[in-house]
């Protein structure tokens, strides 16, 4: 881009009007598409899925279970009655009291959940780490042969609806459009360190307008089946909202819409790495949508993300350096901003490892995912950055970027990220009132705080 200006967007009381229309992320975190950004089953951890549904009607959603490299490791109906909830834990198979530690998923039955299989209510993962997404794909109309008061019929009947049902012929019989009240938690629990960290699920509203109820052995509907019957001209919209107002850009391909409404310029956490308190801090960084570009789908960003740390009184890191893996080997920067390894899946960032630990692959030290650590303090003086705000930059002043650009030319400076923090501070033991060790370990979840910037070329 030359020189560029900050775009008057669209007035909030233009896109007030018909808000549920389009794909946009919505901050209260109900909405027809969810994206949990990580669970894991590593390092002492376990991580316990809620899923809710908060509308009056029975509502029918595709759970995708993925692993770090976005690869399905397990797909089902999820049939969620009015009001209903429904649970899911993905732990190793140590907990159950099996001398093997195998990554398992084990469901509840307060809801149905289909194909109807032997392995219920347990589950093999292959895999410890990865994300989960849940896709809204309808629900049921108000008067419909599969639900009563407001429930869905027993599992049984609905597997047999798939196969000699209306549901053999046509899979939206008897469903509407998806209501979008859906929301789901993650809580990331490690026992035996007396932790939890609860992560709510990114939730998309004005994901799909239609039902696109599928049979429990069809995969999709994704992230890509974004769907807008109300576009203009037979492509999908999208809604960002900003402290300006908001803009409303309509796209050929579903996932553009998407990706412009996860768009992150930038993201802020605050960390303590204090040797004194046994802080650490790690930072997990999600790209949702990267494997739909190595797939070859028509989403094209090119990014490459930096990181830049400041103390708490906001002075820059500079002069002592700072070294990051990056293939071939390892970088250290004399300076404030250090590049980070862009289009991982998940990338995860120990912000305090230890410099002999720079150039190792590790696994980190609170989630337990393989890891190439940063270090804030890997040369010169560590006193002086223990604590302080890091901050992700997307590409925002990268002369080479490929960012997402509308049609109109505007430009979404950034890329489609979530991410979130655990800080963790470690006094070993304490003794209770009864002369008992206890442990007392404290961990506290960072949401990033995010800007968001578009712009058009001139």
Known sequence: ???????????????????????HRADA??????????WTTSAGN???LTVRNDGDEPSAAKFRVLDSDGTLLLNRNLYLDAGGVWTAGLISSSMLGDDAD?????????SCSLPLDEHFPIYPLGS?????EIIEMARAESES????????LGCPELADEFEIGDWAMDPNAFLDSPSGHLSATVSIINVFGGTMNSIAATALSGFSGIAQHTAPTDATPDLANANDPGAEHGGTRSLLCMSSGCRIDEWSHP????AAALMATAHRVDFSIEPNLGAKTEWMLH?????YQDNGAELLIDVEPTLKVRSRSGDLREGSGVCVTLPPGVTCVKGPEFPVAPGNIHYSMPLNAHPSEIGMAIESPILGHPAMPASSHALGHPSFFVEGVARLSFGEHDDDAVFLTAPDGTVYVGEPVISFAIQQFTNGTVTDGSGVNVLSNYRALEQPRIRRRIETAE
């Open 1 to 23: 881009m030359h020189a560029t200006r900050l775009l008057v967007v669209i007035g909030l009381a233009m896109a007030s009007a018909s808000l549920g229309a389009q794909v």
């Open 29 to 38: 975190g109900l909405g027809s598409a969810l994206i949990v950004p990580y």
């Open 46 to 48: 376990g991580s316990v």
């Open 102 to 110: 195998e990554p398992l998923l084990t469901i509840s039955d307060t």
């Open 128 to 132: 410890r780490h990865g994300s989960i």
């Open 145 to 152: 042969p599969v639900t009563s008061d407001g429930r869905w």
């Open 255 to 258: 996932l553009e819409a998407v």
């Open 287 to 291: 790209r949702p949508l990267a494997r």
